[in-house]
């Protein structure tokens, strides 16, 4: 089983749309979670950082519930510039481990 | 300013050669860490240096790949004898400080490397 795993989508939604991705992870222990973008031939780039409170960037809000190993992103509102894959990230020591990532393609 | 750079951008070579690739992280981060990108898959991780020490080369898929990072600063990842399962995007990133949980990793473009 995959450290984390994600709906490779792809996301169709018209602009103004909110959306949802969700992520699991297996590894109990680990401490750091986030979301990366990564746009097509691009490296991956932080969009988030993922708290137990959960917390809010503009349009992005992120939830991480630790009983459950779920994150989630929440884009609202959504923009064209939104379209790209983005990836869970999960830290359990120094390497991060993928997702394969969730496809986003936002249209007019 | 100046963020983590990597060398070739593109690697075209001939199946069983021996390839060289180059990270420079950005100026100050002790951390440097290897992934691999396969067409379609999430990224690998591959190798984590601490300084210019690696305390895990786990992810390193054979004895053909192997790094060093000299000077706490560049690092170089070898690919020797090349195979096509090789043909992948290398990324290389850095972070300050990882500790325990990790610190906010900064990529570099790639290298992507097709192997004929």
């Known amino acids: 089983r995959k450290e984390v795993e994600q709906d490779p989508g792809p996301f169709n939604v018209p602009e103004g749309a909110t959306v949802a991705f969700n992520c699991t992870y297996s590894n109990s222990a680990s401490q750091s979670f986030f979301w990366y973008r990564q746009d097509c031939r691009k490296e991956p780039k932080l969009l988030m950082s993922?708290?137990?409170s959960g917390n809010e960037d503009g349009r992005f809000t992120a939830q991480l519930n630790r009983a459950s190993q779920y994150i989630s992103l929440l884009i609202r509102d959504s923009k064209l510039s939104d379209s790209a894959t983005y990836l869970c990230v999960v830290n359990s020591g120094y390497a991060l481990n993928f997702g394969k990532g969730t496809s986003l393609l936002v249209t007019p | 300013g100046a963020g983590v750079s990597q060398s070739p951008s593109n690697k075209v070579t001939e199946k069983g050669k021996d390839v060289e690739l180059r990270c420079d992280p950005i100026s100050g981060h002790t951390a440097l860490y290897w992934y691999r990108q396969s067409l379609g898959q999430g990224l690998e991780f591959l190798i984590y240096?601490?300084?210019?020490?690696?305390?895990?080369k786990s992810g390193l898929p054979s004895d053909r790949f192997s790094a060093e990072r000299t000077g706490g600063s560049v690092s170089t990842l070898t690919i020797q004898r090349t195979q096509q399962e090789d043909s992948a995007v290398y990324l290389c990133?850095?972070?300050?400080?990882?500790?325990?949980?990790?610190?906010?990793?900064?990529f570099g473009p790639g290298t992507r490397l097709l192997v004929l």
């Open positions: 990133a850095s972070s300050l400080d990882p500790g325990l949980a990790g610190g906010r990793q900064y």
């Open positions: 993922v708290y137990s």
């Open positions: 240096f601490q300084g210019n020490s690696a305390p895990d």
